[in-house]
Nanobody
Framework: QVQLVESGGGLVQAGGSLRLSCAAS????????MGWFRQAPGKEREFVAA????????YYADSVKGRFTISRDNAKNTVNLQMNSLKPEDTAVYYC????????????????????WGQGTQVTVSS
């Protein structure tokens, strides 16, 4: 079992920055690839970014590429999402996920790849 707790959300003006953090507890953090998803009102939860176990590989949605950066600190059992140049369309609840899956048949951009989720943190970007 893995427990995930997100923090760092809030209200920011367009063009501003926020840094989200996700703290993991429970089983070995390095056994999991980590991802961030978001869900806006009335929309499906969508992929934002992911990082592999060793940080060797990172993945981004086209909508955030160049603005967001995902990173993990395996010594502190945390994964972070630095969000710059925020836009009103980035407004959503942001969720952290942990995936134990490995191999080419598993896609970190897909929700079904993840075993555990946090409770989410609200990000609101005003225009």
């Amino acid at each position: 079992q893995v427990q995930l707790v997100e923090s760092g959300g809030g209200l920011v003006q367009a063009g501003g920055s926020l840094r989200l953090s996700c703290a993991a507890s429970g089983r070995t953090f390095t056994s999991y690839s980590m991802g961030w998803f978001r869900q806006a009102p009335g929309k499906e939860r969508e992929f934002v970014a992911a990082v592999s176990r060793s940080s060797l590989n990172t993945y981004y949605a086209d909508s955030v590429k160049g603005r967001f950066t995902i990173s993990r600190d395996n010594a502190k059992n945390t994964v972070n999402l630095q969000m710059n140049s925020l836009k009103p369309e980035d407004t959503a609840v942001y969720y952290c996920g942990a995936s134990s899956r490995s191999g080419a048949s598993w896609n970190l951009r897909e929700r079904g790849t993840y075993d555990y989720w946090g409770q989410g943190t609200q990000v609101t970007v005003s225009s």
